[in-house]
């Protein structure tokens, strides 16, 4: 593929990106007044995270096992209200020490 | 503006800055991954970060990628792609212009809009009463250009890095989403009922073959959330307007 048609496909996607990130905020400036849509926005952004989450976690690294892991330690460290760089470093050094583990029992 | 206000909106900035690390080192191993996706498709190291840096988005990145190994030429097919992969963003958008400072012109609200990421839009969220833009600006900031860095880094050495650690980083962005997710669900019975028939849903959805085979991962969590939202908003409305008179 030519370079200038990988210019073209990245610029129309880019526009794409820009008006679907772009135009709820411009276009919905005042704010909802019906209950039903307000209920829905305000929990729309728990829905969207946890349905990426799971079960696509479990399949974040290399095994199921230190997937899960990496999972549950991101859980009970969550819960007990860490912030999120405690989170994610913790989570992503569980995963790699059960792997080195693993490693070691093979 | 007198100097209160100017500290406020510095401090504002920076409250974002420091928001945004976590994100930011969130998105290095996804921007590297696509960095070495794309340049395993064959493309070059500048045209690997020209189409990083304007696609702002690991999924549209991925599913651009796919097309480019599929040896696809329809632009139509590039855009529709990532228009169906990325639709949520239309949800998260409107979600987040309910957030935002009413006094924020247009302009700074596109920009909002260009840099409304999935995690930065979650931890956006977490705020408390609106959402300043100096906040979001600085929250954005660091996510980007760590996108771009991470993909450049990844075109760059394709494949230098040691497979353990890859593995690893691979779980960080999942860590952030349960991090965003697990407080507020403890503290509001709705939210939580929110959490878990998302959870369920989302669960089955991806084990019943006939849905997988069909629809593309961003079509199960538009339909996923969209479900979920929808039954809460009719089974616990929520009561905005008192809230508001509150603060």
Same mark, same amino acid.
């Given at each position: 593929?030519?370079a200038?048609h990988?210019i073209?496909?990245?610029?129309a996607?880019?526009?794409?990106?820009?008006?679907m990130?772009?135009? /709820?905020? @411009?276009f919905?400036?005042?704010?909802?007044?019906? #209950?039903?849509? +307000?209920s829905?926005? =305000?929990?729309?952004?728990?829905?969207?995270l946890?349905?990426m989450?799971? /079960?696509?976690?479990?399949?974040s690294t290399?095994?199921?096992?230190?997937?899960?892991?990496g999972? @549950?330690?991101?859980i009970?460290?969550?819960?007990?209200n *860490?912030?999120l760089?405690?989170v994610?470093?913790?989570?992503?050094?569980?995963v790699f020490?059960?792997?080195?583990?693993?490693?070691?029992?093979? | 503006m007198? %100097?209160?206000?100017?500290? #406020?909106?510095?401090?504002?900035?920076l409250? !974002?800055?420091k928001?945004g690390i /976590?994100v930011a080192l969130?998105?290095?191993?996804?921007s590297?991954?696509c960095?070495?996706?794309t340049? %395993? =498709?064959?493309?070059?190291f500048f045209?690997? *970060?020209?189409m990083?840096?304007?696609i702002y988005?690991?999924?549209?990145q991925?599913a651009?990628?796919?097309?480019?190994r599929?040896g696809?030429?329809?632009?139509?097919m590039y855009?529709?792609t990532?228009?169906?992969?990325?639709?949520r963003?239309?949800?998260?958008s409107?979600?987040l212009a +309910?957030?935002? $400072? /009413?006094?924020?012109?247009s302009l700074?609200?596109?920009?909002?809009?260009?840099?409304?990421? $999935?995690?930065?839009f !979650?931890?956006?969220?977490?705020e408390?009463g $609106?959402i300043k833009?100096?906040?979001?600006f600085g929250?954005a900031? @660091?996510?980007?250009?760590a996108?771009a860095? !991470?993909n450049?880094? !990844?075109?760059f050495?394709? $494949?230098l890095l040691?497979a353990?650690?890859s593995?690893a980083?691979? &779980?960080? &962005?999942?860590?952030?989403?349960?991090a965003?997710?697990i407080p507020?669900?403890?503290?509001s019975?709705?939210?939580?009922?929110v959490?878990?028939v998302a959870l369920?849903?989302s669960?089955?959805?991806?084990?019943?073959?006939?849905?997988?085979?069909?629809l593309?991962?961003?079509w199960?969590?538009?339909i996923?959330?969209?479900?979920?939202?929808? &039954?809460?908003a009719?089974?616990f409305?929520?009561?905005y307007?008192? %809230?508001k008179?509150?603060?």
């Amino acid at each position: 593929m030519s370079a200038q048609h990988l210019i073209y496909i990245s610029l129309a996607m880019c526009a794409v990106m820009v008006i679907m990130r772009t135009a /709820p905020m @411009l276009f919905m400036k005042n704010k909802v007044k019906n #209950k039903f849509l +307000q209920s829905f926005l =305000a929990y729309i952004p728990c829905a969207v995270l946890t349905s990426m989450a799971f /079960p696509e976690v479990f399949s974040s690294t290399s095994n199921i096992w230190s997937a899960s892991a990496g999972a @549950l330690a991101a859980i009970a460290l969550a819960y007990f209200n *860490q912030g999120l760089i405690v989170v994610t470093l913790s989570s992503t050094a569980v995963v790699f020490i059960v792997e080195q583990l693993m490693n070691l029992v093979k | 503006m007198n %100097k209160t206000s100017t500290l #406020k909106t510095e401090s504002s900035f920076l409250k !974002g800055l420091k928001d945004g690390i /976590p994100v930011a080192l969130g998105y290095i191993p996804i921007s590297l991954a696509c960095g070495i996706a794309t340049s %395993k =498709a064959g493309l070059s190291f500048f045209m690997s *970060q020209f189409m990083s840096m304007l696609i702002y988005s690991g999924a549209g990145q991925a599913a651009a990628t796919n097309l480019i190994r599929g040896g696809e030429t329809a632009i139509v097919m590039y855009a529709l792609t990532l228009f169906v992969t990325n639709c949520r963003y239309i949800l998260l958008s409107m979600s987040l212009a +309910q957030r935002l $400072d /009413p006094s924020m012109n247009s302009l700074q609200r596109t920009m909002i809009g260009i840099f409304n990421t $999935d995690e930065v839009f !979650g931890v956006a969220m977490k705020e408390k009463g $609106d959402i300043k833009a100096s906040y979001f600006f600085g929250l954005a900031t @660091l996510p980007y250009i760590a996108f771009a860095f !991470g993909n450049a880094l !990844g075109s760059f050495t394709t $494949d230098l890095l040691p497979a353990s650690l890859s593995s690893a980083l691979g &779980i960080m &962005i999942y860590a952030m989403f349960i991090a965003i997710i697990i407080p507020p669900a403890k503290e509001s019975k709705p939210i939580l009922i929110v959490l878990l028939v998302a959870l369920a849903l989302s669960i089955v959805l991806e084990c019943i073959p006939v849905v997988k085979s069909h629809l593309t991962p961003g079509w199960i969590v538009i339909i996923c959330a969209v479900t979920t939202a929808s &039954i809460c908003a009719v089974i616990f409305p929520v009561e905005y307007e008192e %809230k508001k008179e509150e603060l």
